[in-house]
């Protein structure tokens, strides 16, 4: 699963900063003053610190002293953009690849050179600005600055009975603790065959993850992907594709525990049918996207219907979408008479999708616990929906190792 603040956070990061007094309120509780996001029930708060009481005597001599603390919180809204979020899922990545995973308290690298590797993106492009960009957005999410809170649930298993329990807790905490610059000076062995950077002496930093990701890494829960293909889209000629896909790759992580996975016999041949367990309707991937469509639907409805149906046929092509299908029509829409309200129904229609390739591996790996020797063949991909399966959608198996 995706872990519900990450999740909000994610929102938070590409929703539109545009319209920051509606979905970006203020708050004063507590001794803390900034913005708050709510993502259902989940918070992310921008905090710029404890606000000293000022007597009406000295608020005009700190008048301008305000006003640059004002500038500074909006400042770091602005920062959090797409390329936050990629540096968010970068460093979830790095946690996983570079600790044991077993604890928050393990500290992690993060070099700036990962987030241009991980992206794809030329040595020509990596000049000193963008590098400062990446810097700049690695720092807020690792201060106090930035913090997650809201409602969690996980369903535990028993080691001894086998059964499974929910448990109820709230996550809160930064997103990120930092701990050191890690730069040509530092004495780390962790550090000391990585060549040096030219982006001055700073070479990334050393982090933990926050208090509010303890329950999920304890339960083993944290196991979403964050794919390097999307990393790769360009976050203006690709913004469809980016968004859409990273929703969807939420949608079918959160619904894999509950959808259906089981073996028949198609054309003599054992398969594994795996059934979504819900389909979505166009306009939730839209909104939940965060994309903003309605304006130009208005004026210019069949762009949107082009974009979306380019951007799920991008996302199959790349690997990220094993398939997709429409329910009660054909995926490019083009059954919708061409008049002024056609895009009011298109929306309402319904989409089935089917994870790809390395997402349906691991939901084959932590759906089958496989006990003794031997090796055991991954689920098969089928669009099932009530119906028998269609031979249309294959999906190549493969062998997991035991684990």
């Known amino acids: ?90 460093t979830l990545t790095a946690f996983f690849h570079r600790t044991s995973a077993t604890s928050i308290n393990e500290p992690f690298a993060l070099l700036l050179r990962d987030y241009f590797d991980w992206r794809g993106t030329k040595a020509s492009h990596r000049d000193y600005e963008t590098k400062v960009a990446v810097w700049d957005r690695l720092r807020l999410l690792s201060s106090q600055r930035v913090r997650l809170a809201g409602p969690c649930e996980l369903y535990t298993t028993d080691l001894v009975t086998g059964r499974r329990r929910k448990e109820r807790f709230r996550a809160e905490g930064p997103f990120l603790v930092f701990h050191a610059t890690l730069s040509r000076e530092t004495d780390c062995s962790e550090q000391a065959s990585l060549p040096f950077d030219d982006f001055g002496l700073t070479l990334g930093a050393k982090l933990t993850l926050g208090d509010w990701a303890t329950k999920f890494i304890e339960a083993r829960s944290m196991l979403g992907l964050n794919l390097k293909r999307l990393a790769e889209y360009d976050t203006r000629r690709q913004h469809w594709e980016r968004r859409i896909g990273w929703y969807l790759l939420f949608q079918m992580q959160n619904q894999a525990p509950h959808s259906q996975i089981e073996a028949k016999m198609v054309s003599g041949v054992k398969r594994t049918i795996y059934t979504p367990q819900q389909p979505l309707y166009m306009k939730t991937i839209l909104e939940g996207s965060r994309l903003t469509w309605r304006h130009t639907a208005e004026k210019n409805p069949r762009r949107i219907i082009r974009h979306f149906c380019d951007a799920l046929a991008t996302l199959k092509s790349d690997g990220i979408l094993g398939d997709y299908r429409r329910l009660g029509g054909p995926s490019d829409l083009s059954d919708f008479c061409r008049n002024k309200d056609y895009i009011e129904h298109a929306v309402k229609t319904r989409w089935l999708f089917m994870p790809g390739k390395e997402q349906l591996d691991q939901i084959a790996n932590d759906r089958y616990q496989i006990t003794g020797s031997g090796w055991r063949e991954s689920p098969d991909l089928r669009a099932s929906n009530g119906r028998p399966p269609s031979p249309s959608l294959p999906h190549s198996g493969k062998l997991l190792p035991q684990r």
């Open 1 to 90: 699963m995706h872990p519900p603040p990450v999740q909000a956070l994610n929102s938070a990061c590409i929703e539109d900063k545009g319209l920051s007094e509606d979905l970006f309120p203020s708050f004063d509780e507590g001794g803390q003053r900034g913005l708050r996001y709510k993502h259902r029930d989940q918070v992310v708060e921008l905090i710029y610190g404890t606000p000293e009481r000022l007597s009406v005597d000295v608020v005009e001599a700190k008048r301008a002293e305000i006003a640059g603390l004002s500038d500074l919180l909006y400042n770091d809204l602005r920062l959090l953009d797409d390329m936050a979020w990629d540096v968010a899922a970068l």
